[in-house]
């Protein structure tokens, strides 16, 4: 057990985890894979276009709760 579960609390989250999200080196894939297992999966969008970004939240979207 965590004996500080503030961010757990806040995020909602089963794990202290939060995904840094990598802008060029990962992709929704990653995120949706953190979030399954429970902690914060974080999605890059430094580099993408309006449309990719679009994208990458739908596909998010339609893998997790």
């Known amino acids: 057990?965590?004996?500080?579960?503030?961010?757990?609390d806040l995020f909602k989250t089963e794990f202290p985890i939060?995904?840094?999200p990598?802008?060029?080196a990962m992709d929704a894939d990653l995120a949706i894979?953190?979030?399954?297992a429970g902690g914060l999966g974080s999605l890059p969008a430094?580099?993408?276009?309006?449309e990719a970004l679009r994208d990458q939240f739908a596909k998010f979207r339609a893998r997790t709760d």
């Open 46 to 50: 430094g580099m993408l276009s309006r």
């Open 22 to 24: 990598m802008a060029g």
């Open 33 to 36: 894979e953190v979030s399954a």
């Open 1 to 8: 057990m965590w004996p500080d579960r503030r961010i757990i």
């Open 18 to 20: 939060v995904l840094a």
